[in-house]
């Protein structure tokens, strides 16, 4: 307890020290508030849960696609290979389309998110 008692005592004696003089310390400053960024976050999971639906749909297409191929070779009297390449033809391609488009709806999320996560952390030092 003494070590305590002689702290007090000094502490009791002590001349307060003015920012004027060579021994002040300037207080610390309060953490900076890091706001939360709610839009990015926002707009950033609708555009991955677009673009995954994007991809879901760009499945789905092809799978419709290659089925109505091989029922259309299965149904047709004279092979069906024209109506078969015809129908592959012109929905696989709106489903690579769509494919493309929802891989650069989730890489678009991902950055804002990766962008947000930036910005915080330049609050924190």
Known sequence: MTELDDLAT?????????????GYAAPARPPAR????????IGARLLIAF???CVVGAAVVVGIAIFGAVATVAQSRDGGGVAAVLLAGTTVPF???ALGWGILFVLVGTVAIAI???A??????
């Open 95 to 97: 489903a690579l389309a």
């Open 51 to 53: 673009g995954i639906m």
């Open 34 to 41: 890091v706001p939360s960024y709610t839009g990015i976050t």
């Open 120 to 125: 915080r952390n330049s609050f924190r030092r």
């Open 10 to 22: 000094a502490a009791a004696y002590a001349r307060p020290v003015h920012a004027h003089q060579p």
């Open 116 to 118: 947000r996560d930036i």
